[in-house]
């Protein structure tokens, strides 16, 4: 079996989000903390060795004291982040300490998946070492000029929306993060496995696989959570988890 090392990047500014007191990830969704949800999906599976949550240096001792229930309950380290995303994904890299054949990050602040939908992507990983999921946009495109005029009408054709988890061979993903020059200037894992020339497979992603950005995406995944297709079975052998795993 296949052995997965997740990084859950949660060290984000959540500067597009306003009126709550904390960012994003710790955002109360539906009774439950918004990092609680995505990382459950992770640390309760038999093929994931182990799960590293990545926070800002400046919230880790709240974080620590303010779910240290969470902590003492669920299998996760957590660590601190950089000043980017990808340094915050290589601090997180950094600190892995059990086997693991594939690295798998997923954004603390999508947590709407489910069991099958993590399965899915974890499949495609192992045959194609390098793997997102993706949502085609369906939507016409326009490119616009700086001063809000439309510029061109963009072709859709094989135009995806990337999503996460994006799941990479362990060593193809040091690798690429290894040779990267500018950390700061990558907006997700993918990009920098791409900049080795290797190619990334894209598999259908789930359109209720949202990220938590904005008050707006707040509210639709209030609408989502409770919609997400449940695959039955056991209810959650879990204090902090809903009636039953999705």
Same mark, same amino acid.
């Given at each position: 079996? *296949?052995?997965? $090392?997740?990084?859950?990047? &949660? ?7 306003? +009126? ?51 902590? &003492? ?18 601090? +997180? ?30 499949? &495609? &990983? ?24 439309? #510029? ?33 200037? *990558? ?17 259908? +992603? ?31 052998? #879990?204090?902090? $988890? ?5």
């Amino acid at each position: 079996m *296949a052995r997965f $090392a997740v990084i859950l990047p &949660a060290a984000g500014k959540s500067t597009r989000m306003s +009126g709550f007191q904390r960012k994003k990830p710790f955002v109360e969704l539906k009774g439950r903390p918004v990092w609680v949800r995505t990382a459950e999906y992770f640390t309760s599976r038999e093929d994931v060795s182990e799960t590293i949550l990545v926070v800002s240096a400046d919230d880790m001792e709240w974080f620590r004291e303010t779910f240290k229930p969470n902590l &003492a309950f669920m299998n996760i380290k957590v660590v601190a982040g950089g000043s980017s995303r990808a340094e915050s994904v290589w601090n +997180g890299i950094s600190a892995l300490t059990e086997p693991a054949d594939f690295i798998a990050v997923h954004d603390a602040a999508r947590p709407l998946l489910t069991a099958k939908w993590v399965d899915q992507i974890f499949a &495609a &990983a192992v045959t194609h070492k390098a793997v997102l999921p993706g949502v085609r946009i369906s939507s016409t495109v326009k490119k616009v000029r700086d001063d809000g005029t439309i #510029h061109s009408t963009v072709d859709r054709t094989n135009l995806y929306q990337a999503q996460t988890p994006q799941v990479f061979e362990r060593t193809l993903l040091q690798k690429a993060f290894a040779a990267c020059r500018n950390l700061a200037a *990558a907006t997700d894992e993918a990009s920098l496995v791409e900049e080795l020339g290797h190619p990334v497979h894209v598999i259908d +992603g789930w359109p209720m696989n949202i990220k938590i950005t904005t008050n707006d995406d707040f509210r639709m995944a209030e609408l989502y959570v409770n919609a997400l297709p449940k695959s039955g079975g056991i209810a959650a052998l #879990h204090p902090f $988890a809903d009636e039953l795993f999705q």
